[in-house]
């Protein structure tokens, strides 16, 4: 009925909130409620929502490095101080930077910018480091559904579910989902799953934002993931983006590798090429791209000090091979620009 339009919980739409949690108990052994689960407007929102909960102006975040554009943007408000995830443990100072940190922000599922897989024991070792250093580990996993290449593995949160399979979940994982990338960008539908305690935290901070998400998009987002569609377009999109990575990858393989390299990423959306020459600023590079009427995104962009400019985040999703293929070669005549710029350099 007309319920549907009018402001909904802050928490979400009941419905979705319980079919979200079964999932989640479904693909981990152990129990989800309801409890466990905000829904939010995109997991944008659930970035917002985690910083202005646990972080104060001048506090830490521990963070994958090169970090997500948008989780710069959104604790841009807090101040947060950054100290670089090393996801071999043994950068000296990390533990310090563990106990230190108010949450570890990881995208393990093809990361944002890079497009990396994290190794399960990778993700294990440093669940048990979150554990130890008692501090809250935030796993953004939007791209789960984009995998090309094989299965992804369980999800940090799925390690923390099966090690402590009983009761209800109360752990340090807090983990944000969406079906922005894989479904319907525009419903603006994402999630955060975790500790009840921390839920009902996020939610007061989220009445304050927004009072509500829309109980209208929620509803067709809880459509979608129980009839067939979600099933059937999944593959579809999994087979599109494949085949625009692959076209991309061997256009640049053709045209870019002189300058750059890169590793053929196994889902996602993204390769991240980076500059044989540290004399190549992608910044720099950005502006011939304009130039020849193509883009990319400058990795100085996915450092908190801005201070990383030999690489560049390409897309491969939004555009079919014939496109990718011509904008490589844009890209290429932008590079020709660049370093026919100076002087005593062969382009």
Known sequence: GTQ????GPIEGLPALRAAIAERFTDTTGRRFGPENVLLTTGAMQGLDLVGKALVDPGEMILSQFPTYLGALD???????????????????????ALRQAKFVYAVPNYSNPTGV???????????????AAGTWLLEDDPYLP????????????????????????AGPVIYLGTLSK?????????????????IATLALAKQSTDIASSLLTQAVALEMIESD???QHIPKIVATYRERRDAL?????????DWFEWEVPPGGMFVWMRAKDGAIDTDALYTHALAENVAFVPSSVFDPSGALKSAMRVNFTRSPPEVLVEGVRRLERA???LLAERPGRAA
């Not at 549907?4 to 402001?7: D, K, R, S, V």
């Not at 897989?117 to 554990?131: G, I, M, N, W, Y």
């Not at 990858?249 to 590798?257: D, E, Q, R, V």
């Open 229 to 231: 569609f979600e099933a």
């Open 146 to 169: 984009l995998q090309f290449d094989g299965p992804a593995g369980p999800s940090i949160l799925a390690h923390h579910a099966q090690r402590h399979p009983s009761g209800a979940y």
């Open 4 to 7: 549907i339009l009018e402001y």
């Open 117 to 131: 897989l994290v190794p399960q024991d990778e993700r294990a070792a440093l669940l048990d480091r979150v554990e």
């Open 335 to 337: 590079v020709r620009r």
């Open 182 to 198: 894989s479904l319907v960008p525009g419903l603006r539908v994402g999630w955060v799953v975790a500790d009840a305690s921390l």
């Open 74 to 96: 959104a604790w841009r408000p807090r101040m947060p101080r950054y100290e670089r995830l090393d996801w071999s443990l043994q950068a000296p100072g990390h533990e310090a």
């Open 249 to 257: 990858c061997a256009a640049a393989a053709t045209h870019l590798s």
